[in-house]
């Protein structure tokens, strides 16, 4: 008996460390995964022109202020006005009148002004007052905040159709009615330790540390661009605070919101991924570029795209064209992704 009870004991000793060793190996995985691949751009860049615009510090950039940024959408600014101008004011209010209230109620009714108390325990008419004030303050923020959705999630007619991607730990965005599709990584400082050999660097007309990408998603002003949003391993979010956009990018699942920039606020916006999704998430910023209809057509054409304006043939033309390589990928990456996703959850 003795003999058999030490057989178990070391064959459980045995079985411990592979036991240990066994949920590790994700670990490795995850952190073979980490470097982001970085692709040096050789091509000098021209400041100023399309894809490299000079952000201006006024718009679009963090600036350290108390409350939302400038908006430059409809929604946005819809938005923005109803949190500014009536949940504040309400909130304000409420909290003023709740304040009042209660330091009243402590100073006239402190045990030296009021020591025998009052031992009423129903108001009709103030428990009818403080139901029916509160019903009216929710519906009258409901209303504006119902008509707040609607608009949101009503789009017009999309004129442009960006497919926004989320990976550890970069973008890619994809014009699949132009076949433009690219990777936007976030630019390093001088003298980052992990640069690789003839990786570009930040500049400051790039925009501001942590938030210039190498990369930006180019959009026309004035125009209706819809956003499909996803991610290929864990949960993003597309998130560029001057749209009041921020949207879940989900591996395996399309999310769609919709952009239109104001006809005369072309600029660089910046945003952040704002899912917390893995070690270096603080590091794949948005960066939206918003020019003229004409300098978008232009930078289409520098990245090899074709125009839309030949837009019947976009559905059936694009099967029997192979030479669009951007199209087919999608598909072909989307159901492997996403099963590594899952592998690894
Ligand atoms: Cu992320």
């Known amino acids: 008996m003795r003999l058999i009870g030490w057989a178990i004991a070391l064959a459980a000793a045995g079985l411990t460390p592979a036991a240990a060793q066994t949920p590790s190996a994700p670990t490795e995985n995850t952190a073979a995964a980490a470097p982001a691949p970085a692709t040096p751009a050789a091509q000098p860049i021209v400041y100023g022109s399309v894809g490299h615009m000079i952000p201006n510090p006024e718009a679009g950039i963090p600036d350290g202020r108390k409350g939302v940024q400038e908006q430059v959408t409809p929604v946005g600014q819809e938005a923005a006005q109803f949190h500014n101008v009536i949940l504040l004011t309400v909130c304000a209010l409420i909290s003023a009148l709740v304040l009042v209230l209660l330091a009243w109620t402590m100073w006239r009714y402190r045990r030296s002004a009021n020591p ?3 031992r009423n325990s129903h108001n009709t008419l103030i428990e009818v007052i403080w139901t029916l004030v509160p019903v009216m303050v929710l519906v009258g923020i409901a209303i504006p905040s119902i008509k707040l959705l609607r608009h949101q999630y009503t789009p017009p007619p999309a004129q442009l159709t960006v497919k926004i991607t989320g ?26 330790p992990t640069l690789a050999k003839g990786e570009r660097t ?48 989900n591996p395996g699942q399309l999310n ?58 976009a559905a059936p033309a694009a099967a029997p064209t192979t030479p669009a390589a951007a199209a087919p990928q999608p598909v072909t990456t989307q159901p492997a992704t996403n099963q590594a996703a899952t592998a690894q959850n």
């Not at 990369?215 to 819809?226: H, L, T, Y």
């Not at 916006?269 to 603080?282: K, M, T, V």
């Open 116 to 118: 025998v108390p009052s």
């Open 167 to 192: 990976h550890q730990w970069y973008w890619s965005y994809e014009y699949p009615d132009n076949g433009v599709s690219f990777d936007s990584h976030m630019l390093k400082e001088a003298g980052d």
């Open 202 to 249: 930040r500049d400051d007309r790039d925009g501001p540390p942590l938030l210039a990408a190498d990369e930006r998603m180019v959009i026309p002003v004035g125009q209706v661009v819809k956003f499909i949003i996803t991610a290929d391993d864990v949960i993003h979010s597309f998130s560029v605070p001057a749209f009041w956009t921020k949207l879940d990018a």
């Open 256 to 313: 769609e919101t919709w952009v239109k920039v104001d006809a005369d606020k072309t600029g660089v916006y910046f945003g952040q991924c704002s899912e917390l999704c893995g070690a270096r998430h603080g590091f794949m910023p948005i960066n939206v570029e918003v020019v003229t209809p004409q300098q978008f057509e232009q930078w289409i054409a520098s990245k090899g795209g074709k125009l839309a304006s030949a837009k019947p043939a």
